[in-house]
C-alpha cells in the first residue's frame, strides 16, 4: 500500500466506491398506516412541534433564572431553539447547493470522515417526548428505551428539520434499541448500519472497526461524491482536536469551587455541536471560556456557592429532556461533572497522531471512537468505573445522580457497581430510573430533595469530624471532645 | 410551653401531630381526598382539639408529604424522607439504635438506612407503580370485601398461603379475581398478597441496609399479617412504634422545634 505524504493522494478504492449497492428495500417491511394519511400526519407534527418548543422555552426559562448566568451563553441559547435554530437555513442553503447532511446516533460515527467529504453530520438522538407515543406504533415495546422510540417518532412525524435534511443515518449496533431502531428507519431513510464489537481491545475487533470506518469512508465518499483525500482529513482531525482542546478548558472550569457555570448550561453548550459547523462552536465556546476564566479569577458564582456538587452519570440526557439536571438544579444541588455521552465523553482522549500520513491518520481517528469509549455495550468496562472516580476526586463530587432510561438495561446493569465504587470513595449515589414523559416529577423531587440533604449533612458530619481532629492534633483541647 | 406541629400530606391519609414541650400531645389522620389543603387543616384541627390548644397557640408548623406545598399554614415545609428518619429515630428502639425504616405508603413505598447518628445514609423508593403500596392492600380489600383493618387478623388464620405472581396491582388484580373464582380461602389469598409485599419491601432493604434494627412505620404497618410477612422474610423481629401512621408527621414536628432553637438542621 503507497503512503504518500504532503499530496493529495488517491483513495485506495477509487474503482469500488462509485459501486456501493442500494441495501434498501424495495417494498417497506413494516407498513405504518399512519404514514398513509397526509392531513393527519401533518397535524401531528405540528402538534409536535408546538410543545417541543414549549418544552424548548420551558427550560431555557428556567435556566435563564440563574443570577448570575455567562452572557457567552446567549449563542448556545439561540442555536438550542432547535427547531426554529438560525441552523436551519444553513443547513437548507448547504442542501441547495447540492451539499450532503448525514444523520449520526451515538458517538461513534467518524464525524471527520463524514466533514472530509464536504458533509454536515448531524446527531439525531431525540430528547423529544411527545414523539414516543408514535414511534410506538411500530416499536410497541413498553420496556424498550424512550429515547429509540422518541428517535423513531420523529422521523415518522417529519418533526426535526435536522432529521429530515439527512441524507443517510449511521446508526451504531451498540444495544437492542439501536439495532431494531435501525432496521425500522430503513423504510423511511438510507441507514448505514455499523456493527461495534463489544469486546473492543482484541486484535481481531480493531481490525474489523477500522474495516467498519473503511466501508463508512466509502459509503460517505459515494453519497457525496467527494473523494476524501489526505489534505480534508487532515484539516477535519485538526478542527476536531482544536473543539477539543476548547472543550478540555470548559470542562477544566467545571472544578472551579464555587461553580462558575451551571451543569444544565454544560450540558447545552456539549450538545450544540451536535448540529452546529464545529468551527463556529470553537469560536463562541472560546468566548465562553474566557468569560468564565474571568468569573474563577474575580470569585463569581453562578449560584450558591455552598451548593452540593453533584455529578450527573448513566443514560444520555438528549436536549430538550432536562428533565433530571433541571430537577437537580432547581432543589439547590449543582451539577459539576457529568459523564454522559451527550455531555462531557466526547473530550476523552483526543485523536492521537504520530505522523501525518493517511494510513496513521486514518488509523487513529478510527480508533478514536472506539478505543476510549466508555459506553456500557463494552465488557469489561472497567475503565468507565475507573473514569468516574477520577472525575469524582477531580471536580470534589459530593454525590452522583445516575440517570436510567427506564428499558436501558446495559446503563442499569452497571449502576450497581458504580455506587459502589463511588460509596468506596465516600460518595453517595443516588439511581433514578424515568422516562421522558414529565408525570414522575413530583416523585422524583422527593428523592431528589432527600439526597441534597443526605449530602449537606454528610458534608456537616465530614467538618465535625475534621474539627475533632484538628482539636486533637492541637492538643490544648484533645480527648473528651471526641 | 414550646408547641410545634408536623402535617403529612400523604396521597391517600393526611396526618397531623402536635408536640409539647417535646412530648406528643395529639395526633391524628384522616382520608386526604380531593382538597389535601383542607384535610391538612382539619387533621392539624383535631389534633389541636387532643391537646386542647388553639392554631394560635402553634408557634411553628412544619408541612411534609406531597401535598406539602398546598398547605399555607405551614411555616416551611420538608422533605417526607427526612421527617420519617427523624421520627424514627427519635421515637428509638428496645433493640437499639434504628439503622433501617421501612415505610409503606399510599402511593409509593421506601426503605430508609440511618448511620449510628440517626443521619440518612441511604434510601430507595418503589418505582412509579403501585406494587408493595397501601393502594394494593386498598385494591384487594375491595376486592374481598373485606374492610382494610381486618387484613391482617384474617390473614394470620392462613395454613395455606397462595403464591401471587403477579407484582403489578392490575396483574394481581385479576390474578385474584381467579384464586376467588377457585374457591381459594380469604386468608389464604390475603397472606400471599402479604407475603409477595413483603418480598419487594424487603429486597428494597436488603439493597440499602443490611443492619437488624429495623423500624417498620406508615399506615400499613397496622397490619399483624403484613408485619408477621415482613419479619418472616427478613428472619428476624421488626419494631412498629404504637401509632405507626404519624412517625413522619412527628418527624415534622421535631424539625419544627428543630428551627425554633437552632438553625434549622432537621437533619
Known amino acids: 500500500m503507497p503512503k504518500l505524504f504532503g499530496r493529495k493522494r488517491p483513495n485506495i478504492r477509487d474503482a469500488a466506491a462509485a459501486e456501493v449497492p442500494d441495501t434498501r428495500p424495495s417494498a417497506p417491511r413494516y407498513r405504518w398506516k399512519g404514514g398513509e394519511d397526509e392531513e393527519r400526519l401533518d397535524e401531528l407534527s405540528r402538534i409536535i412541534v408546538g410543545r417541543a418548543k414549549e418544552l424548548i422555552d420551558h427550560y431555557q426559562e428556567q435556566m435563564r433564572k440563574a443570577p448570575s448566568r455567562p452572557e457567552a451563553m446567549a449563542w448556545f441559547d439561540e442555536r438550542a431553539r432547535f427547531l426554529s435554530s438560525p441552523r436551519i437555513g444553513e443547513i437548507e442553503e448547504h442542501k441547495a447547493n447540492g451539499g450532503k447532511v448525514i444523520g449520526t446516533m451515538c458517538v461513534f460515527a467518524p464525524l471527520e470522515l463524514i466533514r472530509a467529504a464536504d458533509a454536515i453530520p448531524v446527531r439525531l438522538c431525540s430528547g423529544l417526548h411527545n414523539t414516543i407515543a408514535t414511534g410506538e406504533e411500530l416499536m410497541a415495546d413498553a420496556g424498550l428505551c424512550p429515547m429509540v422510540k422518541s428517535t423513531l417518532g420523529v422521523k415518522m412525524t417529519h418533526a426535526s428539520p435536522f432529521f429530515e435534511a439527512s441524507d443517510a443515518v449511521i446508526v451504531p449496533m451498540v444495544c437492542d434499541g439501536k439495532f431494531k431502531l435501525g432496521e425500522v428507519l430503513q423504510d423511511f431513510m438510507e441507514v448505514w448500519m455499523v456493527n461495534v464489537p463489544h469486546i473492543k481491545d482484541t486484535q481481531q475487533a480493531r481490525s474489523m472497526w477500522l474495516d467498519e470506518v473503511r466501508a463508512l469512508q466509502q459509503q460517505i465518499e459515494t453519497l457525496t461524491g467527494n473523494r476524501i483525500y489526505w489534505e480534508e482529513l487532515k484539516r477535519e482531525i485538526q478542527l476536531s482536536l482544536r473543539a477539543q482542546t476548547v472543550a478540555r478548558r470548559l470542562y477544566d472550569l467545571r472544578k472551579a469551587d464555587p461553580p462558575v457555570i451551571n451543569g444544565r448550561d454544560s450540558l447545552l453548550v456539549n450538545q450544540t455541536p451536535h448540529t452546529e459547523d464545529l468551527s463556529v462552536w470553537v469560536e463562541h465556546a472560546t468566548v465562553l471560556a474566557q468569560e468564565l476564566e474571568q468569573r474563577v479569577r474575580d470569585g463569581i458564582a453562578v449560584s450558591d456557592p455552598e451548593a452540593p456538587r453533584i455529578m450527573l452519570a448513566g443514560a444520555p440526557i438528549m436536549w430538550p429532556n432536562f428533565k433530571i439536571p433541571q430537577l437537580i438544579e432547581e432543589s439547590g444541588g449543582s451539577i459539576v461533572a457529568d459523564e454522559l455521552c451527550s455531555g462531557t465523553r466526547w473530550l476523552y482522549d483526543p485523536i492521537g497522531i504520530d505522523e501525518w500520513i493517511w494510513d496513521d491518520m486514518f488509523q487513529a481517528m478510527a480508533e478514536r471512537y472506539l478505543q476510549p469509549s466508555v459506553c456500557p455495550c463494552f465488557t469489561p468496562n472497567d475503565p468507565r468505573i475507573g473514569r468516574i472516580k477520577q472525575m469524582i476526586e477531580d471536580f470534589r463530587v459530593e454525590g452522583v445522580v445516575y440517570h436510567v432510561l427506564r428499558g436501558c438495561h446495559i446503563y442499569n446493569g452497571e449502576s450497581t457497581r458504580v455506587k459502589q465504587s463511588a460509596e468506596d470513595r465516600g460518595v453517595p449515589m443516588l439511581i433514578i430510573e424515568t422516562e421522558y414523559s414529565q408525570e414522575d416529577t413530583e416523585q422524583l423531587r422527593t428523592r431528589v430533595e432527600a439526597f441534597l440533604m443526605l449530602v449537606r449533612a454528610r458534608r456537616k458530619k465530614a467538618a465535625k469530624a475534621k474539627r475533632r481532629a484538628f482539636k486533637t492534633i492541637d492538643g490544648s483541647e484533645g480527648g473528651d471532645g471526641a | ?267
Not at chain 2, 20 to 32: F, K, L, N
Not at chain 2, 52 to 59: A, N, R
Not at chain 2, 200 to 216: G, I, L, Q, W, Y
Open chain 2, 1 to 267: 410551653m414550646t408547641v410545634t406541629a408536623g402535617v403529612d400530606m400523604g396521597s391517600t391519609a393526611t396526618k397531623a401531630l402536635v408536640l409539647v414541650d417535646g412530648r406528643i400531645a395529639g395526633s391524628t389522620a384522616r382520608i386526604t381526598g380531593a382538597d389535601p389543603e383542607r384535610a391538612g387543616e382539619m387533621a392539624l384541627k383535631e389534633s389541636l382539639d387532643q391537646a386542647g390548644l388553639q392554631l394560635e397557640d402553634v408557634e411553628y408548623i412544619v408541612a411534609t408529604g406531597y401535598g406539602r406545598r398546598a398547605l399555607e399554614l405551614a411555616d416551611e415545609s420538608v422533605n417526607e424522607i427526612n421527617a420519617n428518619a427523624r421520627g424514627a429515630a427519635w421515637l428509638g428502639s428496645s433493640e437499639g439504635t434504628v439503622r433501617t425504616i421501612i415505610d409503606i405508603g399510599g402511593q409509593d413505598s421506601k426503605v430508609i438506612a440511618l448511620d449510628e447518628d440517626g443521619v440518612i445514609a441511604d434510601f430507595v423508593m418503589n418505582d412509579k407503580c403501585a406494587a408493595g403500596t397501601g393502594k394494593f392492600l386498598e385494591v384487594i380489600a375491595d376486592l374481598l370485601e373485606i374492610p382494610i383493618e381486618d387484613l391482617g387478623d384474617i390473614s394470620l388464620r392462613s395454613t395455606k398461603p397462595v403464591n401471587i405472581n403477579s407484582t403489578c396491582v392490575v396483574f394481581a388484580q385479576s390474578e385474584v379475581v381467579s384464586l376467588i373464582a377457585r374457591k381459594e380461602a380469604p386468608a389464604d389469598i390475603l397472606a400471599g398478597i402479604h407475603r409477595s409485599i413483603a418480598s419487594r419491601v424487603t429486597t428494597m432493604a436488603r439493597r440499602v441496609s443490611m443492619d437488624r434494627v429495623v423500624v417498620f412505620d406508615g399506615g400499613p404497618a397496622k397490619n399483624k399479617g403484613l408485619l408477621a410477612a415482613i419479619e418472616a422474610e427478613l428472619g428476624h423481629p421488626v419494631v412498629v412504634p404504637r401509632h405507626p401512621q404519624v412517625v413522619v408527621a412527628l418527624g415534622a414536628a421535631l424539625i419544627a422545634a428543630d428551627m425554633l432553637t437552632d438553625d434549622g438542621g432537621g437533619a
